[in-house]
């Protein structure tokens, strides 16, 4: 798991110093993948602690993809919209950590890790 998150957070750390394109009037091709990672990154926020991890890393890790992209307020509310969804679809199904909370976690860990080495190897630089 240690692996997994070290892994993911290498493939955020390569998303988020990408440079940023100004906003274009049509969605840009990496648009949808950042909201699914904002909406992973929820979800993880909400698991993790649920299992047992204290703190607020995963939010963080949203803080530092809203920063690096610097969204207009409309983009900013849907990528805080996607990242509340993600956190509570688990709400109403977890209340405490299961096993299969713990799988939702490593599948999660590994989207997101995918997620961020798409985006980075496909629209940075």
Known sequence: MVRASMLFMLGLAILVAAPTRPA??????????LMRLAEVLGSLHFLRNLCGE?????????EKLLESENPDPERRARF???????????????TQCTSSASEAISRYMKEGEKLSRDIASRYGN
């Open 24 to 33: 274009a009037a049509a969605e840009a091709p990496f648009e949808p993948g």
């Open 54 to 62: 204290k703190g607020d890393q995963w939010r963080g890790e949203m």
């Open 80 to 94: 805080i919209a996607a990242f509340n969804r993600g956190y509570r679809s688990f709400g109403s199904t977890y």
